[in-house]
């Protein structure tokens, strides 16, 4: 079976925090977007989990390194290493031969033609023979059920780990977008510099992703959705002795202010843009919020408040940009939105 060249299917969820490959209809692979690299062959160590459980521990011989930055490739070659290992996850059978790949890729929307061009490359490096990119924005439409092409306003705010897409679909197309560098780890740097400015602890980059996940919140009352607080250890910044500091989730409310206003003021620009009658079916069915971000305590209720329109989680917000590049896949001449 495996003398003969055939080519396997399989769409992307390429991102800064975490890739997720779907292939068979199923997700295959969901691993962080992490690769490890000897320092001085410059091949590959590890990749997905366990290149991250090497993060920020590594000794000098090996570097770790995250490819994505806000969104966008940071290091094409580790980008390509990376896409090369986490594809070989999916067809890890006994073949003879790597399978022609016929790949749709999830992309943010403000990018550029060079930033478009370095995915592409990445792939086809990585094994891609035909290859087509997808707004993330719309992927995550799709993904979580809504119809594109019908003639009606639905707007999406895909928050992931580099980059918030917002965007205003109708009839298979973006009516108004706004791309910004701005998501999960900013949020994450708010932590870090928070903890090393009010507490005087050093965290890792890590550590501050674990205290947003345990109690990060949009709003500083949660009532019955509160979490408990969480201990922090680490070591203090100027006497380097140890220090466990607990946190709480008003706190970290607080210190995440600026960067989740950034995102409101996004949000209220691309509904500016938007044409009356979308505006009117925007308000109508509310607004839908995806990626990772989506997940952060009270942001919902914090933005339904703030523009006075319904926004609603999605049921699976972390896979729903995968799931809409995986109904793109299967429906590659029917979409012509496809790059």
């Known amino acids: 079976m495996g003398l003969f060249s055939f080519t396997k299917e399989i769409a992307m969820d390429l991102g800064t925090a975490n890739t997720i490959i779907i292939s068979d209809g199923k997700i295959a692979v969901d691993e962080p977007s992490v690769v490890a690299l000897d320092r001085h062959s410059q091949k590959m160590i590890a990749v997905g989990e366990?290149?991250?459980?090497?993060?920020?521990?590594?000794?000098?011989?090996?570097?770790?390194?995250?490819?994505?930055?806000?969104?966008?490739?940071?290091?094409?070659?580790?980008?390509?290493?990376?896409?090369?290992?986490?594809?070989?996850?999916?067809?890890?059978?006994?073949?003879?031969?790597?399978?022609?790949?016929?790949?749709?890729?999830?992309?943010?929307?403000?990018?550029?033609?060079?930033?478009?061009?370095?995915?592409?490359?990445?792939?086809e490096h990585a094994g891609g023979r035909e290859v087509y990119l997808i707004y993330e924005p719309m992927a995550a439409a799709i993904g979580i059920g809504l119809d594109v092409v019908a003639p009606q306003g639905n707007m999406i705010v895909d928050i992931g780990g580099g980059s918030t897409e917002i965007a205003v679909i109708s009839l298979g197309g973006i009516v108004a977008d706004k791309s910004l560098r701005?998501?999960?780890?900013?949020?994450?740097?708010?932590?870090?510099?928070?903890?090393?400015?009010?507490?005087?602890?050093?965290?890792?980059?890590?550590?501050?992703?674990?205290?947003?996940?345990?109690?990060?919140?949009?709003?500083?009352?949660?009532?019955?959705?509160?979490?408990?607080?969480?201990?922090?250890?680490?070591?203090?910044?100027?006497?380097?002795?140890?220090?466990?500091?607990?946190?709480?989730?008003?706190?970290?409310?607080?210190?995440?202010?600026?960067?989740?206003?950034?995102?409101?003021?996004?949000?209220?620009?691309?509904?500016?843009?938007?044409?009356?009658?979308?505006?009117?079916?925007?308000?109508?069915?509310g607004i839908y919020l995806t990626g990772g971000g989506a997940l952060l305590r009270g942001l919902d209720r914090r933005l339904t408040d703030k523009l006075n329109i319904p926004f609603h989680i999605a049921d699976d917000p972390l896979h729903s940009v995968a799931k809409g590049t995986g109904v793109a896949l299967k429906n590659i001449r029917n979409f012509s939105f496809l790059m």
């Open 50 to 123: 366990k290149a991250k459980l090497m993060y920020e521990k590594a000794h000098s011989e090996i570097k770790t390194i995250r490819p994505l930055r806000d969104g966008v490739i940071a290091d094409f070659n580790a980008c390509e290493q990376m896409m090369r290992g986490l594809i070989k996850m999916v067809h890890s059978g006994s073949r003879l031969f790597t399978p022609s790949l016929r790949m749709v890729i999830g992309v943010p929307s403000g990018s550029t033609e060079v930033e478009l061009r370095a995915v592409r490359d990445s792939a």
């Open 182 to 285: 701005v998501a999960g780890d900013e949020l994450t740097a708010d932590i870090q510099e928070y903890m090393s400015r009010q507490h005087n602890v050093k965290v890792s980059e890590r550590m501050a992703e674990r205290i947003k996940i345990n109690v990060g919140a949009a709003l500083t009352e949660l009532g019955d959705q509160a979490p408990e607080d969480y201990i922090v250890h680490g070591p203090n910044r100027i006497t380097a002795l140890p220090m466990e500091v607990p946190v709480c989730y008003q706190e970290i409310a607080h210190c995440l202010e600026k960067t989740i206003a950034k995102i409101e003021t996004a949000v209220l620009a691309a509904l500016e843009e938007t044409p009356p009658e979308l505006y009117a079916d925007i308000v109508k069915n």
